[in-house]
């Protein structure tokens, strides 16, 4: 929250205090996408699971249309509005599987998501970034 706060309010720390968070900021990424692969091992990887298949369907096609049907209606045409597209189909990010852990709560089916939305990435992407050229 103190992070938020110091960034919304554009107070700027001081270069030693920026060089001491700078390794916790580096590895933050890495300990989430660690956590995640943590609780794919620890579970089986269920792909005929209702929620498994209704999320990443969700992820990979009803989002990014959603996006796009905001997008298109709302006659955005400049180059953030093409990035946005681009960006909902990116796979589900590791912050999903951390609250599943922490609350103890479908930590496989939030695994099995983001790894099955991270392996359709190579047909994803390049789907949507041909597409963002007709938004």
Do not use: D, W
């Not at 706060?5 to 700027?12: E, N, P, Q, W």
């Not at 001081?14 to 700078?22: D, K, R």
């Not at 597209?85 to 709560?105: C, E, H, I, K």
Request: net charge positive; with cysteine.
């Amino acid at each position: 929250m103190f992070g938020a706060i110091i960034a919304l309010t554009g107070v700027r720390l001081s270069p030693y205090v920026s060089a001491a968070l700078q390794p916790l900021a580096v590895s933050a990424a890495a300990v989430a996408i660690f956590a995640s692969g943590l609780a794919l091992a620890g579970h089986p990887v269920n792909l005929t699971s209702r929620t498994v298949l209704l999320g990443t369907f969700v992820c990979l096609v009803i989002q990014p249309l959603f996006f796009f049907a905001m997008i298109k209606f709302g006659g955005l045409t400049n180059a953030m509005a093409k990035a946005t597209f681009v960006a909902s189909v990116m796979p589900t990010g590791t912050p999903s599987v951390l609250f599943a852990q922490q609350y103890g709560r479908r930590e496989a089916e939030s695994a099995t998501i983001m790894l099955l939305t991270t392996l359709a990435m190579p047909i994803v992407l390049p789907a949507a970034i041909v597409l963002s050229n007709y938004v």
